[in-house]
């Protein structure tokens, strides 16, 4: 079927296409603004360079690859009327060419020319003309016209029909028929504007709603809000509640009919965002939780919550989702079960590392007497109780189970383990949080929820359902994890606006206490480093395999990540194995030196093999059992005669108590700053007494220096989300490899 357009035959079939193409074109000014609207990536010059060229100028060959390239449109293209798969399928030209290059031929041609015209598209006049300073200062005069820079037009609406045919006649434009019959009067402008419907705001759960006809000017001034989001299907807006302020302004200014709800909402989620602020910091509150164990259930003693923790159970009652993020050490696990307690949202869930399984089912015991407790395994499977307790590593094969439980309530304990949002385990995780009704309580236990970089939130926040609070995932990836594409893809790896994250954190889902503001009696946390030699032998095999990775590093090829993270745990292991004999007379020299305990660190099974057999023994390692890493601890804490303990950094850096030692000696270390100051903060914790030392073995020569001190510097990306600072660093291990680099040149 074809269509007589100026006496040309044009197919029906590149009509809809053309249509089609001129839709997506018109959506937004380009793909710049990456708000997934219109055009995306490469596709953005050929649709926008289609879109100009007349239907009848159109050849076979750019109207099926126009047809190919619309079929990842799909979607969009519905929300404005278009039905791709009503497209008829065009022929295949026989011999396709480069329909890209010839589109951009044409559409250069006719961006070049001279002649000055104004046309109509819908009920809006397009101004097309080569660049005249006269023109475009007199064109900005015209009421609500904007320019469209991807297209190269000015766009007026058929409203401005008087001030447009001023200006044309003024300036030797000639306009089409149909743009003509409007500005001469033949047809009424009424004719081609459509009925406007009202400028409305609403609200939908949390989210305040923008409904309105397309105006550049609102469109400009909605995406200035902080998290707004645009809804293709809906063809609408949104901003979040806590952008409140922010949209009711804007919908002052632009005429909007306000829901009596939304200004409702937007007042009591204030109080809410200045109440939790308060509370994300306080030191004292007074709060009474019926139910919670009074005494200890071994010891007799007298238990109760601090001042500080009943603020950060009143804190998570008050948001319901919510990270509970205070330093390690402070009490997470209580204030979680008190919250639970408080809110009698029972079932609860609690997701937590394998090593923490039986902490948390002696706290459950202590603090919430007369509640059922069971633990999860392979072997006994999921079973009703009034606290369950799984592993990260099973929680994805027990899934459905879980779901049909009905939980009430989730706790998810060191919630970093949950950063990769394609994990099986986050995947199998934000499927159960789904499920938790509104008024039960998510929450996100951890001391260090940003290991390295902000982009490790997204996800945790995605499973406590608080995304939104920030504009959304791709919004939260822009404003606070310094977005850039470099050339394959989007990069999220930086941090931005850090203090701004920090802020709308503690308004909304965040509690954070740092151990030196509330608890006075805690002593202090010092580091030191020293430097040891490693044998000549074992320093002879690390040069070897150093003057390798430096071979490997300079040969100029792209490396995966991957391939670079085993190159250098191979330099760390070397150093470690290689500093067991020094790291033997420290700890001598320590135990002869004083009669207290200590606590040491190591991460390769070699290290933690060769000194736990070589000091008594107790140990806690990956490869150990639930009960005999308790064994050890146990007995670390309470036999006089146990003075060392030798700990692998994964397994016993979190969740363990050894406030019986006041010294630490990591004879290798981890990649973050978290890891370190979990492992630290094994010991410095509530029951300490002393100052507690924090000692780190490196060995002279090696990568150890360089990693030391990178992972301090890396104390700033996290200090600048969890603690509101304001300067960040890229990771460790891409800082060292090009320290590394540098060294080769």
């Known amino acids: ?4 357009i100026k006496d040309i035959e044009v197919p029906s079939t590149t009509i809809l296409l053309h249509h089609a193409a001129v839709q997506l074109s018109a959506v937004c000014d380009g793909a710049q603004s990456n708000d997934r609207v219109g055009y995306n990536g490469s596709d953005t010059k050929f649709g926008n ?178 998290g707004r989001q645009w809804n293709s299907k809906a063809k609408t807006w949104s901003a979040p509640l806590t952008s409140g302020w922010e949209a009711l302004g804007v919908a002052g200014a632009h005429d909007f009919e306000i829901a009596p709800e939304v200004e409702a909402a937007i007042d009591e989620d204030v109080y809410e965002q200045s109440h939790r602020e308060d509370l994300s910091t306080a030191h004292d509150y007074d709060l009474v939780i019926d139910g919670l164990g009074t005494t200890h259930p071994v010891t007799g003693a007298a238990i109760e919550l601090r001042p500080f923790q009943k603020a950060g159970v009143a804190y998570a009652l008050d948001a319901k989702r919510c990270f509970i993020a205070d330093e390690m050490g402070l009490g997470k696990t209580v204030q979680s079960l008190a919250a639970i307690q408080g809110a009698d949202a029972y079932p609860v869930l609690v997701v937590c590392p394998a090593s923490l399984k039986m902490n948390w089912e002696r706290e459950v015991r202590m603090w919430l007497p007369g509640k059922t407790v069971h633990i999860v395994d392979n072997k006994a499977g999921v079973k009703n109780a009034d606290v369950v307790v799984i592993n990260y590593d099973i929680l994805a094969k027990q899934k459905d189970a879980l779901k049909a439980v009905g939980f009430q309530s989730l706790v998810f304990d060191e919630s970093h383990y949950v950063k990769t949002s394609g994990a099986q385990r986050t995947k199998a995780l934000k499927e159960i949080a789904q499920a938790i009704p509104d008024s039960g309580l998510v929450l996100a236990l951890t001391g260090t929820p940003v290991l390295n970089r902000p982009i490790e939130l997204v996800s945790q926040l995605e499973i406590m359902d608080r995304i939104d609070d920030f504009g959304g995932s791709w919004n939260f990836r822009k404003k606070y994890c310094a977005a850039k594409h470099n050339g394959y893809g989007w990069d999220f790896k930086g941090s931005s606006n850090a203090d701004e994250l920090n802020d709308l954190l503690r308004r909304t889902c965040y509690v954070r206490r740092q151990k030196m503001d509330v608890l006075t009696e805690l002593p202090a946390k010092g580091r030191y480093t020293a430097e040891v030699e490693m044998s000549p032998q074992a320093m002879a095999a690390y040069r070897a395999a150093e003057a390798d990775t430096m071979v490997w590093l300079s040969d100029g090829e792209r490396h995966e990540s991957v391939d670079v993270l085993a190159q250098i745990t191979t330099l760390k292991r070397l150093a470690g194995e290689g500093k067991i004999e020094a790291a033997c007379e420290w700890v001598d020299s320590f135990l002869d030196s004083t009669d207290r305990k200590l606590v040491v660190f190591a991460h390769h099974i070699s290290v933690v093999d060769t000194l736990a057999a070589k000091y008594g023994g107790l140990r806690v390692a990956g490869k150990d059992s639930q009960e005999a890493r308790q064994a050890a601890v146990d007995a670390f804490q309470n036999d006089p005669d146990a003075r060392v303990i030798v700990l692998n950094m994964k397994a016993g850096g979190v969740g363990l108590t050894l406030t019986a030692a006041s010294d630490v000696l990591f004879v290798e270390q981890g990649w973050t700053p978290a890891e370190h100051d979990q492992a630290e903060d094994r010991c410095h914790r509530i029951g300490q007494e002393d100052t507690v030392s924090a000692w780190y073995l490196l060995a002279e020569g090696t990568i150890d220096d360089d990693i030391y001190a990178l992972v301090a510097q890396k104390r700033l990306v996290v200090d600048a989300v969890t603690d509101g600072d304001d300067e960040a660093q890229d990771s460790v291990l891409n800082d060292l490899v090009a320290t590394l680099v540098r060294r080769t040149m």
């Open 49 to 226: 360079r289609v879109a100009i060229i007349p239907v009848e100028d159109w050849t076979d060959q750019m109207a099926w690859e126009v047809h190919e390239m619309l079929l990842k449109y799909k979607v969009q293209l519905s929300g404005y009327g278009v039905d791709y798969d009503a497209i008829p399928v065009p022929a295949r030209p026989a011999t396709l060419g480069d329909p890209r290059g010839e589109a951009r031929q044409k559409a250069r041609s006719i961006e070049g020319l001279v002649s000055r015209k104004v046309s109509l598209s819908n009920d809006t006049f397009v101004i097309r003309f080569d660049y005249d300073a006269n023109c475009v200062s007199q064109v900005r005069l015209i009421p609500e016209a904007y320019w469209s820079a991807p297209h190269k037009v000015w766009y007026a609406p058929a409203s401005s029909a008087a001030a447009v045919r001023a200006f044309a006649e003024a300036n030797g434009f000639v306009p089409t028929a149909e743009a003509a019959a409007i500005l001469n009067g033949v047809v009424a402008v009424e004719a081609v504007l459509p009925e406007r419907k009202k400028r409305v705001v609403t609200l939908e759960g949390r989210k305040i709603v923008f409904d309105f006809e397309y105006d550049a000017d609102v469109v400009y001034a909605v995406k200035a809000i902080t």
């Open 1 to 4: 079927m074809t269509t007589t």
